[in-house]
């Protein structure tokens, strides 16, 4: 099955500067990578996803990549702010498994003043 | 006007006892899901449905048994609770199989003492 990975498992960065969050899977059959957003107290909040067809996509301050090939995806967050810091989730899946998703461990952001 | 709601909150129980936890969606999805996350925020699927049909059972001993009255409803009943239970489990939906994006909800703190 799916095994992915996520670095680092903690993350503080000054508000302003930007925050990289990296994983690797392990099935190259896996096609479709969602990244989630966990506050304290709350259930995960998708932020962004990629498909494998896709090398980039960027929404305002949120940006992922993929790399195919070396089998990793990467968020990276620009001018973060204060709101910002949460929890990080990485997931990988393939449409041919019946909608199985597979976690990363989870990278917690914390955004300094 | 909640998307994916759960009940309860918090769920303080000795071991050995049964309990149940619900969810219901409001949004119109086909597909739902159980997720189990651990102290270390580990998440982890463990049922999926679709249409009231049992799609994913990912090796959950068979103290669980999830329910699924209609495709707005997906209840988790746990027999035999295990201190090892205990964790915050959270119910999803999404459209359908096809990896559109999941909904969670606020989750459920199970607590078995």
């Known amino acids: 099955g799916e095994n992915v990975e996520q670095h680092p498992s903690t993350l503080s960065v000054q508000e302003g500067d930007s925050a990289v969050i990296k994983c690797t899977y392990s099935?190259?059959?896996?096609?479709?990578f969602p990244w989630y957003k966990q506050e304290l107290g709350k259930g995960p909040q998708l932020i962004i996803d990629?498909?494998?067809?896709?090398g980039e996509k960027k929404d305002q301050r949120i940006a992922v990549t993929l790399n195919k090939t070396a089998k990793h995806f990467s968020l990276h967050i620009t001018e973060t702010q204060p709101e910002d810091s949460a929890v990080y989730f990485c997931a990988g899946g393939n449409t041919g498994t019946a909608s199985k998703l597979t976690f990363g461990t989870g990278t917690r952001l914390q955004v300094t003043l | 006007d909640t998307a994916v709601s759960q009940t309860p909150k918090y769920l303080v129980t000795q071991m050995g006892n049964d309990k149940s936890i619900k969810c219901e969606q409001n949004l119109g999805h086909d597909t739902m899901y159980w997720y189990k996350q651990d102290s270390k925020k580990f998440l982890k699927i463990m049922f999926s449905?679709?249409?009231?049909?049992?799609?994913i059972n990912e090796t959950v001993p068979n103290r669980f048994s999830p329910k699924s009255p209609d495709k707005a409803h997906l209840n988790l009943h746990i027999n035999s609770l295990e201190l090892g239970d205990s964790a915050v489990y959270f119910c999803?939906?999404?459209?359908?199989?096809?990896?559109?994006?999941?909904?969670f909800g606020p989750g459920t703190r199970l607590t078995v003492l």
């Open positions: 990629i498909r494998s067809n896709v």
């Open positions: 449905y679709n249409n009231k049909e049992l799609i």
């Open positions: 099935d190259s059959a896996s096609n479709y």
């Open positions: 999803a939906s999404s459209q359908d199989l096809n990896y559109n994006e999941q909904f």
